[in-house]
């Protein structure tokens, strides 16, 4: 285990090392401070994939066995064994998709062991997370259950580190396929006779650490062999047949064949990528995609893990911190858009027309594990701060909307940086779910422009912006605003003008507290919660008051 937790910390500590030297210092006074805000409703940019929004659930702890499973002779009220209170709280935010079953348990999984009838399933080791005993109850049904529950997709990371090319196709076979296959039969004799979507295939993960651990040319000649006998069999997401009188006109002209005809409802093929800024996987995966002959293997995104660990990995706590932690935590969420801008340029080299996504599906603050808690179950509190790290954290991934199609916020339940707690029956919304709930309007809403300035927030050598913003137009045609203040020592005002709109006045909710370390807990579940929030223009002047350390999203009206 140790071995193991090193190799996470290791990960982490480039990040965490030019955080390490802020000294305690006094905070700026409490003034009340005016900004402008202008949105340019004329110039829409890319829609914001409400893929962006999506979550990860490993076998890891807490996160599927007492968070999302309970077994269907639980007291606590279940579906088929899925608890019932998670799955209409994961209903309301619209979790657009779910990565499962992990993580570094991906590549240690073997998906048979977790089919037929549960009193003969094989119980494992979970390797990975303090050596737990994995019955396998919870195993592809169940979890293709629990997605159609909560009205999610799925999006399965195939076992690339320690499993064959064939169990890979097999397992993807046996969701997939129709009658008359032997693999639909046995599906139908597990008790599903329709096949299973799968939009999402993740090759392998962290395929530089817990994955492998290869280098990227390494990895790029195993991932080509699973991208190409990997196939998904569901008759609507079938790719179209090959055209093979476009292809031999293509050899003809010698016009390279940039790609080839795709289902809109086929499965996206995402490679394992990246350990937060290191160029080195994205620079050879977009090497080998960009000489790939597409018959033969493409990939649609390439993943990206960047994690926020403060100053001290592991070790930051998550409850009771102060300034110079809550100042470090948003300095370094901002790094995320650096790091965005890094791979989007190494990728726009290759792929102009951005055809291959950037996928985030591993993000968010990693603090320490409470108390008494098993220290590799990753369970921590969730404050108003890491509710504002997640809304700036979409707001980056917003903003490279053209490249970055898919997140996975790390983890959905009991996890890292959860949207939900549970304590038995009892279950506990974060901030982080409220944040995620807020922003459902900005999920496939089409991107606005947005400049704003209202000074800055500094805590000793840290500098940030005083508030950040989003801006979009709805599905229902409105445009919505998401503006966060990051100062936690003054309310700041800010005058919003919507070019091409008369907005007079703005209705929505803002989620503060009276700290930025504020938690929900059992006995106070509503420490953090949303509030109404609303305001008319004066004068033809629309002025939005935000509370110190708050997250507001507002829909515009005439
Ligand atoms: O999210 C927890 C772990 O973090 C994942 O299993 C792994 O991919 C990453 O190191």
Known sequence: ??????????AGMALAASATAFAQSAAV??????????????????????????????????????????????KIPNVRGIRSDVVSALRAIKVPVVR???????????????????????????????????????????????????????YISINVGSGTVQEAADWIEYMTAVAPSSAAKERAANGRSRPY?????????????CGAPYTGEEYVTKMKVFAHFVHNHNPEQAPPRIDFAAIAKDLMTGKPMDSLPSNPNGMRRIAAGPNSADPSYTEVIMKAWKARSPIYWDIDGISLHQYTWGS????????????????????????????????????????????????VDEWGVWLKPNEGTEQMHLIQQNSLRD????????????????????????????VLQSMIMTDGPKMVLTPTYHVYKMYVPFQDATFLPV?????????????????????????????????????????????????????GK???????????????????????APRPFSANAVDGKLVLRLPRHSVTVVRLEP
């Open 1 to 10: 285990m140790a071995v193991r937790l090193f190799r996470h910390a290791v």
């Open 29 to 74: 006074p409490a003034t009340a401070e005016v900004g402008s805000l202008t949105v340019d409703a004329s110039k829409p940019g890319p829609v914001i994939n409400r893929d962006i929004f999506g979550q990860f659930a490993e076998h890891l702890g807490k996160g599927i066995y007492g968070g999302v499973w309970v077994g269907k002779n639980s």
């Open 100 to 154: 499962w079953p992990g993580g570094c348990f991906a590549d240690e999984y073997h998906w048979r062991d977790g089919i037929g009838p549960a009193s003969r399933r094989k119980v494992t080791i979970n390797t990975n997370w303090a050596g737990a005993v994995e019955p396998n109850s919870f195993g592809t049904h169940e979890f293709m259950d629990f997605a159609e529950q909560i009205g999610s997709e799925a």
């Open 197 to 209: 979507r799968v939009k999402y295939l993740g090759l392998g993960n962290e395929m530089w650490g």
């Open 312 to 359: 001290m990995p592991f070790n930051e706590p998550s409850t009771g911190f102060g300034e110079k932690e809550y100042a470090t935590v948003l300095m370094q969420t901002q790094w995320m858009d650096r790091t965005l801008t890094k791979h989007s340029e190494i990728m726009d080299r290759y792929d102009p027309k951005k055809h291959v996504a950037l996928v």
């Open 387 to 414: 509710g504002i790290a997640a809304a700036m954290n979409i707001n980056i991934f917003s903003r490279h909307a053209d490249r970055v199609r898919m997140t996975n916020i790390a983890q959905m339940v009991n």
């Open 451 to 503: 400049t704003f300035e209202a000074g800055q927030y500094r805590f000793d050598t840290i500098t940030l912006p005083k508030i950040d913003a989003l801006a979009a137009r709805g599905k229902d045609g409105k445009v919505w605003l998401a503006l966060v203040n990051l100062d936690p020592n003054a309310e700041t005002e800010v005058t919003a003008n919507v070019a091409g709109i008369v907005a």
């Open 506 to 528: 703005a209705q929505g909710d803002v989620l503060t507290a009276p700290g930025f370390n504020t938690v929900n807990t059992v006995g106070a579940p509503d420490a953090v």
